[in-house]
């Protein structure tokens, strides 16, 4: 039986309390990863439950998209080069056309400070990004890669909750539209290029940091 990726949320969860010793659904959850590969990554994508897991690759770019319901995934690749035949970063990334006016951006920043799991970003004035790096650099279990990615999609979706309930909150009457921002979210597939050149934004910070 296959489960959608948020539901695992329920046995993150579990990961909290002491009495409890469950695991993600997934093969060698003890193994260790230090090398983020997209074949790698797709395995793990699939073991828990995500659907139409697809490697991409565009020239020299790749990337894996899959989707969980109907919102489609992009995990990209990034610190390939500091280590010989490694990369070290990678990135969980939904990039979402919000329509004309969008959410202004101090909208998006207090979403970050209230949501630390994820990080939104403006793309241009009709798109937003969520993203989420996680590091293989020293070595992470399968188990962890697992959980980062099953937390990603569930804090995608209380995020994207918490957007449009504030929508409905600035809408001036009861049978008025809002003022601004989307009354309909539209979930993108991204390029393997768009997605590297993002996640090496989103790595920058990271350089100074690496074990290796």
């Not at 329920?10 to 909290?16: E, G, H, K």
């Not at 921002?181 to 940091?209: C, I, N, Q, W």
């Amino acid at each position: 039986m296959r489960f959608s990726i948020a539901a695992l949320v329920v046995t993150a969860v579990a990961f909290a309390l002491p009495a409890q010793s469950a695991e993600p659904p997934i093969t060698n959850p003890q193994k260790i990863i230090d090398n983020a590969t997209p074949e790698t990554f797709a395995e793990i994508v699939r073991e828990l439950g995500g659907q139409n897991v697809e490697i991409k690759r565009e020239g020299d770019y790749t990337g894996i998209v899959f989707m969980d319901g109907n919102v489609p995934y992009n995990i990209g690749f990034t610190f390939c080069k500091v280590v010989p035949g490694k990369c070290l970063i990678a990135s969980i990334l939904v990039l979402v056309d919000n329509g004309k006016g969008g959410y202004p951006l101090e909208t998006l920043n207090k979403q970050n400070k209230d949501f630390g799991f994820l990080t939104l970003y403006r793309d241009d004035p009709t798109k937003f990004g969520a993203g989420r790096l996680i590091l293989v650099d020293g070595g992470v279990t399968k188990k962890n890669v697992a959980m980062e990615i099953a937390l990603f999609v569930q804090s995608f979706r209380t995020t994207m909750k918490d957007l449009e309930s504030q929508l409905i909150a600035s809408a001036p009457g009861p049978f008025q539209r809002a003022s601004y921002g989307p009354t309909r979210f539209r979930p993108l597939v991204v390029s393997p290029r768009y997605l590297s050149e993002a996640t090496e934004k989103m790595a920058k910070h990271y350089k100074t940091d690496l074990r290796r």
